[in-house]
């Protein structure tokens, strides 16, 4: 039998489109991003509205003043007298904090391990694109989601500024809203990582969280003594809140060292599924 | 056997579709394939048989470079599998053993993601393939049944007109109608010079399928045969009564004939019936009955299993190279 592959003449064809899995990744996480985006601004209009009667006032400091300094120093209460200590305190430090790094982890987790997990990841791979295009475009997707949030944050608390007498400066506004996209993505990036470590979406959450809550108790309990102070340096969530960035800014180093361990992550987990077996 | 790595597209036209070197295969302590060697020329169909375990997703899922081989290498297309870049999963169409499908979107939308990753795929192509299947393509996948998500897999391997399509047990949950389309499929791949190699359980879709067929178990291949030869040593329980004959002169008229066993006559209602395994040709035992008046006859698919361990004991149990017979 000749070998001659009579491959048919290619005219009229559908054409394909650059990046398809990125692009994918976006479409399908319009909803829950959509979600993400109303829960993170119902919050912050629960919270924001109510500075002038909570935050500035003096019997409020008082009550908070006669609590136990450590758990106001647990939760970050100390400084709600002031816009930028109350947003702080109460959005970015807290709930802000909390839903934007379950929504990074769940995106993380569910990108490599939760698709190796349910059997399609290996049916992607056997199409025309190397693994670690895979990774790259589902962690692209993955950064461009938890910034988007950080935007919707950013244009909620500004649009609040004024109404609600907080008197933040909006450079550093600017800084806090990419910090805090940033500490997302750390945690996003371990998800991402441990799931493609594991093939196993629940791993990638386990690894997330870890990242995630252990960042915030060595925060608050590094807090409570000079003697733990030490832990500061081991908690991401210090990293980026420690210096209260919502009233001084940042510098530029902090930012650059969030945006590079993120980054290095992201190539981590593209290096890890690029080495394993897939659905083994 | 040199290693082709990147090779030019003079060479990419003229080496065989598949070139399987010593693959082998190690999960932990257990040995999945052990040393499994086999060429699959251009613009043929191969076909992989073995009982469950026997390691032909193994060697599927090696070859598309899902799973890392222990050893051994594997050459597609004239292109080294393990990394290879997108320009050789384009030319592969593959149908998962075990296909798990997103379900929240419609068969059209899930298609053209695929064809934007490995297309182009031609117009009017997807609905070619869907219209032969039976398969309405916008339903959400998640409501589809078994046999319509295989559909769905079979459209999303054959569709962008690959040059090997790597197929396991492509018509699991099709009913017999669809395997013959199927089926048609197949041989228009060959007839258009696509190569195929696909596994199954079922020898019948083989025999009619492929030109070649590989036999594995445990891991090995056991022997790489043309069809005829598998058919051959294929083993088929019948089952036959006549009506105007008795039990002894019905088992007179059956024993002598070669590759008969197991026969057993017993007198029945109006006449005799008999129930023996026949290995080989099936024409003398045709023609040894055609003067009787049968009232029933049954012959079964050759039972795989029971071939596989003909074979396994014959003599000649050889890995053997695949040579075209």
């Known amino acids: 039998m000749s070998a001659a592959t009579a491959t048919p003449p290619r005219t009229g064809t559908e054409r394909r489109s650059a990046l398809p899995i990125f692009t994918k990744a976006l479409t399908d996480g319009w909803r829950s991003l959509l979600g993400w985006s109303v829960g993170l601004t119902a919050a912050l209009c629960l919270y924001l509205p109510i500075f002038p009667s909570l935050g500035g006032n003096p019997q409020m400091q008082q009550l908070i003043d006669s609590l136990p300094t450590e758990l106001t120093r647990t939760i970050n209460y100390q400084q709600i007298d002031t816009g930028a200590g109350y947003t702080q305190s109460t959005f970015f430090g807290l709930i802000g904090f909390l839903l934007i790094c379950i929504a990074a982890i769940s995106w993380g987790a569910a990108a490599i391990g939760g698709d190796e997990e349910s059997g399609q990841l290996e049916l992607t791979l056997a199409h025309g694109v190397t693994r670690v295009q895979v990774a790259a475009q589902r962690f692209a997707a993955l950064v461009v989601k938890v910034l988007a949030l950080a935007l919707v944050v950013f244009l909620v608390v500004l649009f609040w500024n004024g109404p609600a007498g907080l008197d933040i400066d909006v450079a550093n506004l600017a800084v806090t809203c990419l910090l805090f996209g940033g500490l997302a993505l750390v945690c996003g990036s371990a998800a991402l990582v441990c799931g493609a470590l594991t093939g196993r979406k629940v791993w990638g959450i386990g690894g997330g969280a870890a990242v995630a809550v252990i960042g915030y108790v060595f925060n608050a309990i590094a807090n409570q003594s000079a003697d733990l102070e030490w832990l500061h340096r081991l908690s991401p969530y210090y990293a980026a809140f420690g210096n209260s960035p919502l009233a001084n800014g940042t510098d530029a180093w902090t930012l650059v060292l969030f945006y590079l361990a993120v980054l290095v992550l992201g190539g981590l987990s593209a290096l890890v599924l690029r080495q394993k077996d897939v659905g083994a | ?325």
């Open chain 2, 1 to 325: 056997m040199p290693r082709l790595s990147t090779v030019s597209t003079s060479n990419s036209e003229s080496s065989p579709a598949i070139v399987a070197v010593d693959l082998v295969k190690k999960f932990g302590s257990t040995v999945a394939l052990d040393a499994v060697s086999f060429t699959v020329p251009r613009g043929s169909v191969f076909g992989v048989i073995g009982p469950n375990g026997a390691g032909k997703t193994t060697i599927m899922r090696a070859l598309l470079d899902l799973i890392r081989l222990t050893s051994g290498h594997a050459t597609l297309l004239g292109t080294d599998s393990r990394n290879a870049g997108p320009e050789l999963r384009r030319r592969i169409g593959f149908l998962p053993g075990e296909l798990i499908l997103e379900g929240r979107i419609t068969g059209r939308r899930l298609l053209r993601h695929y064809a934007n990753i490995s297309g182009p795929v031609p117009a009017g192509r997807v609905d070619e393939l869907a219209d032969r299947l039976g398969l309405d393509l916008d339903r959400t996948v998640r409501t589809l049944s078994k046999g319509n998500k295989q559909k769905l897999g079979i459209v999303q391997a054959f569709m962008h007109q690959p040059d090997l399509l790597v197929l396991d047990e492509p018509t699991s949950g099709l009913d017999p109608l669809m395997q013959q389309v199927f089926l048609g499929l197949v041989d228009e791949a060959r007839e258009a010079g696509q190569t195929v190699f696909l596994s199954s359980h079922v020898i019948s879709e083989i025999q009619q399928a492929a030109d070649q067929v590989a036999i594995l178990r445990d891991g090995r291949i056991i022997t790489v045969a043309g069809v005829e030869a598998l058919r051959d040593t294929a083993i088929r329980h019948l089952r036959m009564s006549a009506t105007g004959i008795t039990a002894t002169e019905l088992y007179d008229r059956l024993s002598p004939l070669a590759g008969l066993g197991e026969l057993d006559c017993r007198p029945a209602t109006a006449g005799a019936e008999a129930t023996a395994i026949l290995t080989g040709a099936i024409s003398p035992f045709v023609q040894a009955i055609s003067p009787l008046r049968l009232t029933n006859l049954v012959v079964e698919e050759p039972d795989l299993e029971e071939s596989v361990l003909g074979l396994y004991s014959t003599p000649e149990v050889a890995r053997t190279e695949a040579v075209r017979s």
